[in-house]
T-cell receptor
Framework: AQSVTQLGSHVSVSEGALVLLRCNYS??????LFWYVQYPNQGLQLLLK??????LVKGINGFEAEFKKSETSFHLTKPSAHMSDAAEYFC????????????FGTGTQLKVEL | NAGVTQTPKFRILKIGQSMTLQCTQD?????MYWYRQDPGMGLKLIYY???????DKGEVPNGYNVSRSTTEDFPLRLELAAPSQTSVYFC????????????FGQGTRLTVV
């Protein structure tokens, strides 16, 4: 069975500071990995995904994530936080051959302060 | 382009009542899903469907039922609502390939009192 662990349910950064949201996964086979963002009272929107190929993936709004198989990690980063980045972020995993059933982490609420 | 549409957006139910959460997608996706979101718990899969006429249980199916008579629609039925079903419900759809993301509706906020 697949699982996802997001360390830190709440992260607070200053505007302009580095954003680092952590995600570790467990999977018996190479997974597909996703980061979704949820703004208040909204649905989930895809930020970026890793399927195959280049391990550093770039997404929308200046976010990127690096797939590190040896560390079973897929941390999300952004060099400079903006107030508009305040939202909840979910890491998710699905498996090849298993359809698109996503297994989600518990989410990280990002707060951006002036 | 509508994507995934859920109705209603908000609903208050009394204990023991029943209701159907509607979900429709216009992307011709084979796969559809129902998730519930509870604070601090992430999203949990309730039911999913890989095509019309085919449904299967997810992680937390108890108290819910689904049907899939068309590619477009995937309603979620709550029978005998309980306070534990107070949650935000999301419907999603995706193509069958596992490397493609799921597209989510805006959610239905349900309160059972």
């Amino acid at each position: 069975a697949q699982s996802v662990t997001q360390l830190g349910s709440h992260v607070s950064v200053s505007e302009g500071a580095l954003v680092l949201l952590r995600c570790n996964y467990s999977s018996s086979v190479p997974p597909y990995l996703f980061w979704y963002v949820q703004y208040p009272n909204q649905g989930l929107q895809l930020l970026l995904k890793y399927t195959t190929g280049a391990t550093l993936v770039k997404g929308i709004n200046g976010f990127e994530a690096e797939f590190k198989k040896s560390e079973t990690s897929f941390h999300l980063t952004k060099p400079s936080a903006h107030m508009s980045d305040a939202a909840e972020y979910f890491c998710a995993v699905s498996g090849p051959g298993g359809g698109n059933k996503l297994t989600f982490g518990t989410g990280t609420q990002l707060k951006v302060e002036l | 382009n509508a994507g995934v549409t859920q109705t209603p957006k908000f609903r208050i139910l009394k204990i023991g009542q029943s209701m159907t959460l509607q979900c429709t997608q216009d992307m011709n996706h084979n796969y559809m899903y129902w998730y519930r979101q509870d604070p601090g718990m992430g999203l949990k899969l309730i039911y999913y469907s890989v095509g019309a006429g085919i449904t299967d249980k997810g992680e937390v199916p108890n108290g819910y039922n689904v049907s899939r008579s068309t590619t477009e629609d995937f309603p979620l039925r709550l029978e005998l609502a309980a306070p534990s079903q107070t949650s935000v419900y999301f419907c999603a759809s995706s193509p069958p390939t596992g490397d493609t993301e799921a597209f989510f509706g805006q959610g239905t906020r349900l309160t059972v009192v």
